[in-house]
């Protein structure tokens, strides 16, 4: 293709301007360290792909593990090639969320849950004909739903 020296000039002076935009993007594989393998749809960026780059949710604390072929998009801190960032997913892109290295499961309010309880409870009351005293025993586990949770964290 012959480039007109427009076009070449116009080229010199954008250059700086490639790394200042969002590009979208496949991951590869995910690390131990939770850094991304990608490689980027434009082929003017993606060259062998980039490897070890950070993800930026905006939220501090929190660890997310991806699916393998999950879209996301690719950016530049300061649009310096050398800095590049994951972030904004695409819907079905997240395995598992960790929140300030938790590994337990999170229930909501309303979600069904099991109870166990001991086998048999000492109970003591009133009723309308007297008081009583006895034990009580108790089928383990038992269904139960969730009344409250943590009110900080919604799901």
């Known amino acids: 293709m012959n480039d ?3 076009a070449k ?3 010199f002076v954008m250059r700086d301007t490639r790394y200042h935009a969002l590009y979208p993007c496949t991951v590869e594989a995910q690390a131990a360290d939770g850094t991304l393998d990608l490689t980027p749809d ?8 980039l490897q070890a ?7 501090p604390g929190v660890r997310v593990k991806v699916k393998q072929g999950a879209r996301l998009l690719l950016g530049f801190e300061a649009g ?7 972030a904004l997913w695409e819907p079905g892109a997240i395995e598992e969320i960790s929140i300030d290295g938790g590994t337990k499961p999170v229930a909501r309010a309303g979600d069904a849950a ?3 309880w001991p086998p048999s409870v000492a109970v003591t009351g009133t009723t309308p004909v007297g008081a009583f005293v006895g034990t009580m025993t108790i089928t383990s ?3 139960a739903i ?3 949770g943590a009110p900080r964290f919604k799901a």
Not at 42 to 49: F, P, Q, S, V, Y
């Open 42 to 49: 434009d082929e003017a960026i993606r060259g062998t792909g």
């Open 114 to 116: 099991t109870c166990f």
């Open 80 to 86: 310096d090639p050398t800095r590049p960032f994951a």
């Open 9 to 11: 000039f116009i080229r």
């Open 141 to 143: 586990p038992a269904p």
């Open 53 to 59: 780059v950070p993800i930026r949710h905006g939220l």
């Open 4 to 6: 007109s020296a427009l």
């Open 146 to 148: 969730l009344a409250a």
